[in-house]
């Protein structure tokens, strides 16, 4: 996959046809609540949108780092088991 900039990315008009649909149905999803309310639930709702598009692909990279441990710096060290 080709990477892109977030701005380059968000001016494609199928994306913008998403974010103002996505919108829209927020509108109409949110509490009727306070600011503080709706911004929760809009985050909430936003994490489970990606969580749920991103998913398989999480999974494909867990799959792929079986018997891996990642530090934080990005290096990876391969995990190897000592019969005993």
């Not at 809009?42 to 494909?60: F, K, P, S, T, Y």
Request: charge should be positive; charged fraction near 25%; glycine fraction near 8%.
């Amino acid at each position: 996959m080709e990477k892109m900039h977030a701005g380059s990315i968000l001016a494609k008009p199928e994306v913008r046809s998403l974010v103002n649909e996505v919108v829209a149905t927020l509108r109409h999803v949110l509490p009727p609540s306070g600011f503080a309310d709706r911004e929760r639930a809009a985050l909430e709702i936003g994490n489970e949108l990606v969580r749920c598009a991103l998913e398989d692909d999480l999974r494909e990279l867990q799959r792929g780092l079986q018997g891996t441990m990642c530090a934080s710096t990005g290096s990876c060290i391969v995990a190897t088991r000592t019969r005993r």
